[in-house]
């Protein structure tokens, strides 16, 4: 493999993109060309939480929170992380009730939650 080739394999890392879409938006202020780039590696490589993680930290950095924390919390679904699990806690994020359909503070949120916490299943 010659020194073009590998430079090209490189660039075509899910790793790689992640890092260049991060250093892209956040250096130079490409926000949507550092996001395409992070969400062609979590494409790529959906089952890396770190690409989740650099991913919502573009979206913080643009000013979208609410797709950071979508991004984050997808990134969970992958592994448990304390890095996404510490950007969510930054952010004042709490985990989504129970029951979704039902306002946070309905009586079955509640009762759930406090069973729950109790059980130590949450």
Do not use: W
């Amino acid at each position: 493999m010659n020194k073009d080739e590998l430079d090209i394999a490189d660039v075509d890392s899910p790793e790689m993109l992640s890092l260049m879409g991060y250093s892209i938006a956040t250096e130079s202020g490409q926000i949507q060309k550092g996001i395409e780039l992070c969400k062609k590696a979590v494409m790529l490589n959906p089952h890396n939480c770190d690409h989740y993680l650099t991913l919502g930290k573009i979206f913080l950095f643009a000013g979208q929170k609410g797709n950071a924390i979508k991004v984050f919390r997808k990134g969970l679904r992958v592994r448990k992380d304390a890095r996404l699990i510490d950007e969510l806690k930054k952010l004042g994020i709490r985990r989504a009730p129970h029951f979704q359909s039902l306002a946070r503070d309905h009586f079955l949120n509640r009762v759930a939650g406090r069973l729950l916490h109790a059980l130590k299943l949450r």
